[in-house]
């Protein structure tokens, strides 16, 4: 069974940074992909950015430039960079993993394990 542990959410001013941080345990040989999404309040969920197991990256257009997915093997931790953020970034994020899919399409049934949910809110 494949955890993804979530932690770094919380309340943020806009303009300023958050690092959210997912913690992969269990049998993960089989995760080829990871990715993380949002959801906000009477939104669907949104991919907002996706890592292949080779390091590409794909970004959700609306948050290009100012998000980076990053990953450390030795601590199994993937990361979730959140600079200059804005008051629409605010949801749910939740840290993602798949075994066989599309990667980069940043779409939720490409994914197969799921963290708890994180959440962001960035004020004006």
């Known amino acids: 069974q494949v955890q993804l542990v979530e932690s770094g959410g919380g309340s943020v001013q806009a303009g300023g940074s958050l690092r959210l941080s997912c913690v992969v345990s269990?049998?993960?040989?089989?995760?080829?992909?990871m990715g993380w999404f949002r959801q906000a309040p009477g939104k669907a969920r949104e991919g907002v950015a996706g890592?292949?197991?080779?390091?590409?990256?794909n970004y959700a257009d609306s948050v290009k430039g100012r998000f980076a997915i990053s990953k450390d093997n030795g601590k199994a931790t993937l990361y979730l960079q959140m600079n200059s953020l804005k008051t629409e970034d605010s949801a749910v994020y939740y840290c993602?993993?798949?075994?066989?899919?599309?990667?980069?399409?940043?779409?939720?049934?490409?994914?197969?394990?799921w963290g708890q949910g994180m959440q962001v809110t960035v004020s004006s």
């Open positions: 269990g049998y993960a040989k089989n995760i080829n992909y």
């Open positions: 993602a993993a798949g075994v066989r899919g599309w990667w980069n399409r940043l779409r939720s049934e490409d994914y197969n394990h």
């Open positions: 890592m292949a197991s080779d390091g590409r990256t």
